[in-house]
Every structure is written in structure tokens, then in C-alpha cells.
């Protein structure tokens, strides 16, 4: 599955951003999707999934209640709502994407990658 995704910009504090993540290649339904992201001079980290039906979700503990994260089967795209952003919000992120098949986790063990889009949050 190729992945290709969008959104990103230059937002004040406080302000919200979507992502767009569309996926082509294979049937996207049976796929668990995630978003992650990467801050200059760290490690890439989890910020949140669904499930291959999008009946399931998971957030790392500095976005709940701030990000949204939905899938939309019918035209093959997760996106990632991001709202009361902060500068500590700022990296490049990633979607990601996970066969059923390789488990119901969906918080890791991801295979496939899109390019990142890169999102700059100033304060």
C-alpha cells in the first residue's frame, strides 16, 4: 500500500490543522492506520491509530483530548484532526499503515510509510 500524506503548515498556538492521509494499493479496509511523528533530534513517536473498522482508537497521553483521529474507508483516507495546538506539537508526521493480519495492536509494529508532512506550530 502507498501512502501519500498532506496537511501540514505553520499554525499559531492554539490554532487546529487536518491531516490527510490517502492510501492506494490495496484494500484499505484491512488496514489498521496510524500517525506518528518526529521532532527534530528525537525519536519518532505514536500519536494515535484506528482500527481497520475505526471502531477502535488510541492516543499517546500529550494528545488525548486534543487530536482526532478517523478513517474513511469509502475514499481510502485517515486523517488526523489536530486542534489546541502547541509548540511541542511541532514535527515532521507520518502516516502509517498495518495489515489485520499482523494483529489487533495498533499502536505498533506498522509496515508500511508514507513521506511525512511537517507540521510548525509557533508560540
Known amino acids: 500500500v502507498q501512502l501519500q500524506a498532506s496537511g501540514g503548515g505553520l499554525v499559531q498556538a492554539g490554532d487546529s490543522l487536518r491531516l490527510s492521509c490517502a492510501a492506494s494499493g490495496r484494500t484499505f479496509s484491512n488496514y489498521h492506520m496510524g500517525w506518528f511523528r518526529q521532532a527534530p533530534g528525537k525519536e519518532r513517536e505514536f500519536v494515535a491509530a484506528?482500527?481497520?473498522?475505526?471502531?477502535?482508537?488510541s492516543y499517546t497521553d500529550s494528545v488525548k483530548g486534543r487530536f482526532t483521529i478517523s478513517k474513511d474507508n469509502a475514499k481510502n483516507t485517515v486523517y488526523l484532526q489536530m486542534n489546541s495546538l502547541k509548540p511541542e506539537d511541532t514535527a515532521v508526521y507520518y502516516c502509517?499503515?498495518?495489515?489485520?493480519?499482523?494483529?489487533?495492536?495498533?499502536?505498533?509494529?506498522?509496515?508500511?510509510w508514507g513521506q511525512g508532512t511537517l507540521v510548525t506550530v509557533s508560540s
Open positions: 502509517a499503515a498495518k495489515p489485520r493480519l499482523y494483529g489487533a495492536t495498533i499502536d505498533k509494529g506498522y509496515a508500511y
Open positions: 484506528i482500527n481497520w473498522s475505526g471502531g477502535t482508537t
